[in-house]
């Protein structure tokens, strides 16, 4: 049997990633990467293909074109062109957030983070069994203070949330040691500010961390490139993904240069919806499905195989959002369900308004439910054969036709309901004047449950030599940038 399903009637051209190839090279060449830090480029200067005007380094054609060549064919030898669906794994939700403000869960107010907001959420999420990146920045203590407080409430608290990032350089000796007594690699991520730009002090950051990442081998650097159409990028798909190629391959050749065993990725990306009436991202669009979809094209053209089937690959619920309403349930909703559709079974963002500005507790139990009615959507699409099942058919009939039982009492029914039409314990369905007596809504069990989970919550213990250690690295951090 057939079944009417939209299919997408536009594709990216092999010639199209060429003529994206080309337009970066030309970028390169003719308009140049402005790297604003003498103390990096006095290490890159003299190196062949490089011409340096001022702050302003230009790339000859053939130098560029010699690295895209190489990160396409070390792309395409790790690619195979997939002739049926990727088996989904397992169904699962993800923490994300953050956010420096959080929703009140008792009275539904707006208001900055706090420690114990970023306690009790990540014990929501352990309650769950979910992991995922923190969900909120403290802002309850001196700014230096935020992200190293975070990194250990994270680590102190539960084995599966991760923190990430810094705001300001002077924080990472402190954040770096953290990893260092945890066995984590560490991030240093280069900015892309503006276009063919580089942040300098990221750089100042690379070359302040050089020689630990020599001698131990545990630091990451990463290129952060947002992709938003019509305000950092080209509007058009081909023009934000061409621009990303343009800044991060700079970055990678730079950074190559300097040494030659350093492999900054590059990205091919061509951007997420945005809202131009306000200038911000548009999180919950319609449209998020189809710049996932052209995303997964780019990189299959440019590396030369043509993948068979489209499977979507994580999703995120996503919400533009700033309370817990009917915008935020339309947005995860449709975003979860398309996304579960076309094959993804990992969900991101749950908790997460506007955004990523504002965490919710409720919102984050609503999640979970909306990936709980997602999956029991798809799995119905191969339900138990109980639905079908006759055994017993003429028995039960005859013993309601007779007046000896009801159906709903049977012991087919019985024996059947869960394998046929479960229910939800947070999705109360009943007549109006049932409700009428309670009036309790799907926002106020979840606000219920989230408290409950969070004051029962079974503890997490960090080993006492790395939670001695993470102590005496707060407090280092303390005596310098206050309590």
């Given amino acids: 049997m057939e079944y009417a399903y939209p299919t997408y009637e536009i594709d990216l051209t092999p ?5 994206s190839c080309d337009t970066a090279v030309r970028l390169l060449d003719e308009v140049g990467f402005v790297v604003a830090n003498e103390r990096f480029l006095k290490h890159v200067r003299g190196k062949p293909g490089l011409r340096i005007d001022g702050d302003r380094v230009y790339f000859n054609p053939a130098l560029t074109r010699e690295y895209l060549d190489r990160f396409i064919t070390a792309q395409a030898s790790k690619h195979q062109p997939a002739t049926e669906p990727v088996p989904a794994s397992d169904w699962q939700v993800q923490i994300n957030g953050y956010s420096m403000n959080v929703l009140d869960m008792e009275t539904d107010e707006i208001r900055p983070a706090t420690r114990q907001d970023l306690r009790d959420l990540i014990k929501l999420a352990n309650s769950f069994g979910i992991g995922g990146y923190y969900p909120c920045m403290p802002q309850d203590l001196p700014p ?5 407080a975070c990194f250990k409430i994270c680590w102190e ?5 991760q923190p990430y990032d810094y705001q300001h350089p002077a924080q990472i000796p ?4 953290m990893h260092q007594v945890m066995g984590r690699r560490f991030d240093i991520t280069l900015v892309v500010p503006s276009t063919l730009c580089v942040d300098p002090a990221t750089l100042d950051m690379v070359l302040d961390y050089y020689a630990d990442w020599k001698n131990n081998g545990d630091i990451n650097f990463n290129v952060l490139d947002y992709g938003m159409v019509g305000i950092t990028k080209p509007i058009t798909v081909i023009g934000c993904a061409t621009m990303i190629l343009a800044e991060t391959l700079a970055l990678h050749i730079l950074l190559n240069l300097f040494d030659s065993a350093l492999e900054l990725p590059v990205s091919l990306h061509g951007g997420s919806p945005t809202d131009l009436r306000n200038a911000c991202w548009a999180f919950g669009s319609p449209r998020g499905h189809l710049f996932r979809y052209l995303n997964s094209r780019t990189r299959a053209h440019l590396f030369g195989y043509e993948p ?4 979507s690959g994580r999703v995120l619920l996503e919400t533009s959002s700033s309370a817990v309403d009917e915008q935020a349930a339309m947005e995860k909703m449709a975003c979860g ?5 076309q094959g993804a079974r ?4 749950a908790g997460v308004l506007c955004v990523d500005d504002l965490f919710s507790g409720v919102q984050f139990v609503i999640d979970v439910e909306i990936v709980s009615y997602i999956r029991e959507m798809i799995e119905a699409f191969n339900p138990h054969p109980d639905i079908i099942n006759a055994e017993g058919l003429y028995e039960e009939c005859c013993d309601v036709g007779l007046g000896k039982d009801t159906f709903i009492s049977h012991p087919n029914t019985v024996k059947r309901l869960r394998n046929i039409v479960p229910s939800s314990e947070r999705i109360v369905r009943e007549k109006l004047s049932s409700w009428l007596q309670h009036r309790t809504t799907l926002k106020d069990r979840a606000r219920q449950e989230a408290m409950e989970r969070i004051q029962t919550a079974e503890a997490y213990h960090l080993p006492a030599d790395k939670q001695q250690e993470l102590n005496r690295i707060y407090a280092a951090a303390e005596a310098e940038f206050g309590k």
């Avoid at 010639?15 to 003529?19: A, G, H, I, T």
């Avoid at 608290?157 to 949330?161: D, F, L």
């Fill in 15 to 19: 010639q199209l990633m060429e003529q």
């Fill in 144 to 148: 230096m203070m935020r992200a190293i």
């Fill in 157 to 161: 608290m539960s084995e599966n949330i």
């Fill in 174 to 177: 402190y954040i770096y040691e």
């Fill in 308 to 311: 068979q089937v489209y499977r």
């Fill in 337 to 341: 369900l398309l996304g579960a559709m």
């Fill in 346 to 349: 990992t969900f991101g963002y």
